[in-house]
């Protein structure tokens, strides 16, 4: 099928930005990786834009494709409905050129939630074990890739940057939740605060836009709620 | 898992990141190395990085092969860089092709698809889809059939595939596939235990595992062979075991050996996380008293004039023809199956596209963000690679392992029990070195299924 794609472009120096537009025959079944890829062999060698494992492992080409955020790598054509594909950077977070975008102030906000692991006792152990059950708990925000698809997703980010957004919960929740993790104290002193866990709205854009999958909005009620109780 | 836990324990010990830099030449002498030479992306400056000791984890080098389950990233950088600067590089010959890739696009089925019981089935097996009943490879290794070691079984697909019994039929294993059948399985097994291989087929191919079988073909998949080392994680500049002073390597890049010919599923992780302790150790014991060594003083000039070249030379050679070219050449000729023909055919196509290398321009003019001209620089690790690959397996003549030599079909211990160190010996010269390889407590023996 012919599909008509139109790529973001914004010039690193300048600031300057456009759309240019390319005409391919492709397979439905390709995916928006593959033709952006062939598109830069071929056509426009300077289009700038992070990719790397190719099947949604590293989390390094996530961008708004026909206005969705997702992973190029992880999108089929025919996911795409139509034959008109719009390819546009992360919004919320500065385009350094084309679809390539700083990620810095989303690693900055990760750091607030001390996000390693913080042993319960200090007592050296050599393996600190943990039953089916427990580990389930936190399971599914331990899928993370760091792609930024879903802070970049969310109207609380773009009005406010210093807003820690949806995956440094996701990180937070990792952790509390895990039952041989003793770090709660520093996390939820930044969790619990005006740029916390507060200022999401449970719009759900997080949850829709994460390519594995995970129930955002529910970990985030549950970090909620475990604060509350706490008091 | 074990990479973010690697990257927050990074967090939490303050180690400090240079993302997007990457590494494109080191600083060794005779004696030790000191320092790397690095492009940063962000703003096109060539980096200087002087250092009294400098680890190599760059991984293996997939993209050489059409056909990978490797990321985009993996290009052979480091690997490259030593063997230009005149280190050996070590067993290139083995190559890891894993059995079941997805079809065009080589991402990896692992093996846990076939460990919970699915069967590769032919074109003359369709209608034994969803039965449980054997495949083909109950003939080829009537004990452990499917969970044959993935050497075996990725050479049994292309057998398949050359008899005229791909799915397809066409006898062209470059394009042809087989089936991985799960659909005996359930949908209980395959959603709740093969979670990421059931996303995969649906997602990447729109394949429904529980009532469809999976199309596969072997994919490139993992690096025996690299920078000699020692238990130390210490790199080795000859067969003697001499070690570069400063210069460590673990992982993929490296070759410490510990996966002989033909690495088993899993040992990566181990090897990794065994070898980069030891590497790190060793590390800080000889920081303690090694001094900044003498450096070039212009250690980046040629890495400056290579960029200089790419960008200013006005060459005419495109990248990605060129790139493709290599990966199909290496791909059929280098691949699972060898023979004198085929590799002396890789290798020269290897030297020819070295050679139209120097020709090759990058249109982005920019210093901001040159992905165009970091992929030309990639191009070039990966053609060097290739070359080490192609003349060491024509060197071998004898079938090992991964190495699949058709005009030498049997193991040759008489004459091949050694490791091969290759060195670059001038502009289309190599050198062969070997060193003896240490039999402990296990015998080499046939491999008998
Ligand atoms: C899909 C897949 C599944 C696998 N599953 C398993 C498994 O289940 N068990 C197992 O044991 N093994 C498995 N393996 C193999 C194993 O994952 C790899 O061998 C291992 O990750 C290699 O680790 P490494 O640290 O050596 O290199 P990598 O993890 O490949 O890391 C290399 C890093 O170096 C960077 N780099 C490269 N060149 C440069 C440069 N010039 N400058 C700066 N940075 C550079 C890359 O960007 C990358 O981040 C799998 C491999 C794949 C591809
Ligand atoms: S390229 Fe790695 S997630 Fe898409």
Redesign the interface.
Known sequence: MQVTVEIYRQD??TGASRFDTFIREVDP?D?VLDVMMEI???D???I?????????V?GSDAMMINGINRLAC?T?I?DLKGSLIRIEPLKGLKV???L?VDMDPFLASL?KVT???IPKTTAPVREQKQSIAERQIFDDT?K?I?CGACTSSCPSYWSNGEYLGPATFVKAHRFIFDSRDGGDAERIEALDDRDGLWRCHSIFNCTDACPRDIKITQAISELKRYIVARR | ?IL??LF??C??HEVRFFNEFYVLDMMVDDTACHGVVAYEL?TGEVQVFQAKAVFFGTGGYGRVFSITSN???LTGDGMAMAFRRGLPLEDMEFVQFHPTGLRK?G?LVSEAARGEGGILRNREDLDNIGSGKDGFMAAVAPTVKDLAPRDMVSRAIYNEIQAGRGIEGSGDTGSDYVYLDLVHLGADVINTKLPDISH?AR????VEPITEPIPVQPTAHYAMGGLPTDLDGRVLRDSKNTPVNGLYAAGEVACVSVHGANRLGTNSLVDIVVFGRRAGRDMTRYLKTAELGHIDPEPDAFIRGEIDRLQKGGGQE???TLRIEMQKVMMSRSGVYRNEENLTIARNTILELRERYRQVG???Q?P?????LV?AIELGFLLDVAWTIAESALQRTESRGAHSRVDYPDRDDENWLKHTFITMAGENEVRFDFKPVSITKFQPKPRVY
């Not at chain 1, 700038?48 to 949604?56: D, E, Q, T, V, Y």
């Not at chain 2, 901001?368 to 165009?372: H, K, M, Q, V």
């Open positions: 690193a120096e079944k995916r830069k062999d071929q426009d060698g300077s700038a834009f992070r990719k790397s494992c190719g099947h949604g590293c992880q089929l025919q350094l050129r084309d390539i750091q996000p390693y692991f331990t993370c760091m | 898992m973010h836990t927050e324990q967090l939490k962000a990321a985009h990233a696009l991402i995969f997602k990447y191919l729109a495109n990248v990605a990058v249109g982005d920019s901001y963000y040159n992905t165009e992929e």
